[in-house]
T-cell receptor, first 114, second 111 residues
Framework: NAGVTQTPKFQVLKTGQSMTLQCAQD?????MSWYRQDPGMGLRLIHY???????DQGEVPNGYNVSRSTTEDFPLRLLSAAPSQTSVYFC?????????????FGEGSRLTVL | SQQGEEDPQALSIQEGENATMNCSYK?????LQWYRQNSGRGLVHLIL?????REKHSGRLRVTLDTSKKSSSLLITASRAADTASYFC???????????FGRGTSLIVHP
């Protein structure tokens, strides 16, 4: 099993550009989520999903969109990138539909917005 | 907003010593988890402890939970250079089972 796979690992964008961070898991997990990690801030939840067709906002959702058309994939879209979105993004999944169990993390996507 | 806060922010020890880091939280929890993050990598789950449990062990790791003090501690015994990493606590509380992470403790173990 590959676990949670994130692509790309690194990306540089200019202000105003859009892009999609991809996340796929092969563990048949219902729960998937996106976090951003900034120095001194820990991990902050952006969006999460408890199953295909169901998404909800986390602590810092502004500027990001998500969709969940399949159990395996949970892409994160930046519609118009801003320098404040420079961060490391982590996708995580859990066998627990509520997210209460162990989270499995991807290796992260490092995004720089100029 | 952070629910759990780790202490200390940074810890530097010699190989073979024990490392203790703490997590304090504000509101009653459903469970508390500890994760490790090596530099440039994703987080890896270490231990989950439920609100009705007081202590759990996993190899060289020992986690305690004191709900009266709203705190948990992670003890790594006989530390190794490979234990060098950041350690995060994550709590779930109230009606939400979505984990909320603290800012982490950076542990450096010198060979």
């Amino acid at each position: 099993n590959a676990g949670v796979t994130q692509t790309p690992k690194f990306q540089v964008l200019k202000t105003g550009q859009s892009m999609t961070l991809q996340c796929a898991q092969d563990m048949n997990h219902e729960y998937m989520s996106w976090y951003r990690q900034d120095p001194g801030m820990g991990l902050r939840l952006i969006h999460y999903s408890v199953g295909a067709g169901i998404t909800d906002q986390g602590e810092v959702p502004n500027g990001y969109n998500v969709s969940r058309s399949t159990t395996e994939d949970f892409p994160l879209r930046l519609l118009s990138a801003a320098p404040s979105q420079t961060s490391v993004y982590f996708c995580a999944s859990s066998y627990s539909r509520s997210g209460a169990g162990e989270l499995f993390f991807g290796e992260g996507s490092r995004l720089t917005v100029l | 907003s952070q629910q759990g806060e780790e202490d200390p922010q940074a810890l530097s020890i010699q190989e073979g010593e024990n490392a203790t880091m703490n997590c304090s939280y504000k509101t009653s929890i459903n469970n508390l988890q500890w994760y490790r993050q090596n530099s440039g990598r994703g987080l890896v789950h270490l231990i989950l402890i439920r609100s009705n449990e007081r202590e759990k062990h996993s190899g060289r790791l020992r986690v305690t939970l004191d709900t009266s003090k709203k705190s948990s501690s992670l003890l790594i015994t006989a530390s190794r250079a490979a234990d060098t990493a950041s350690y995060f606590c994550a709590t779930t509380s109230g009606g939400s089972y979505i984990p909320t992470f603290g800012r982490g403790t950076s542990l450096i173990v010198h060979p």
